[in-house]
Nanobody, 127 residues
Framework: QVQMAESGGGLVQAGGSLRLSCAAS????????MGWFRQAPGKEREFVAA????????YYTDSVKGRFTVSGDNAKNTVYLQMNSLKPEDTAVYYC????????????????????WGQGTQVTVSS
């Protein structure tokens, strides 16, 4: 089993920044990638960003490119999401997740690629 714990959410004004952290613990030796998803009220959970441990490749959904940066420390099983130039439409509960099987790079934008999920952290951006 793998446990995931997010932190760093909060309330910020539009244009501001937040940094989310997520630490995985437990049976983490087979982790292949970690990702961030978000879910706004009344909407489905959507992909935000991911990082693969094999080569450090990063992936982003179009709406956050140039504003968000995903990074991580494989040795510490920790992933970060630096969020800059935040907009009200970024308001959501943000979830981190970890994958334990290798997948084609495009597949890491899919919820099904991930095996363990955190409880989520609220990010609220005021206008």
């Amino acid at each position: 089993q793998v446990q995931m714990a997010e932190s760093g959410g909060g309330l910020v004004q539009a244009g501001g920044s937040l940094r989310l952290s997520c630490a995985a613990s437990g049976r983490t030796f087979s982790n292949t990638a970690m990702g961030w998803f978000r879910q706004a009220p009344g909407k489905e959970r959507e992909f935000v960003a991911a990082i693969t441990w094999s080569d450090g490749s990063t992936y982003y959904t179009d709406s956050v490119k140039g504003r968000f940066t995903v990074s991580g420390d494989n040795a510490k099983n920790t992933v970060y999401l630096q969020m800059n130039s935040l907009k009200p439409e970024d308001t959501a509960v943000y979830y981190c997740a970890t994958a334990t099987y290798y997948s084609p790079s495009y597949y890491y934008a899919n919820r099904a690629a991930y095996d363990y999920w955190g409880q989520g952290t609220q990010v609220t951006v005021s206008s």
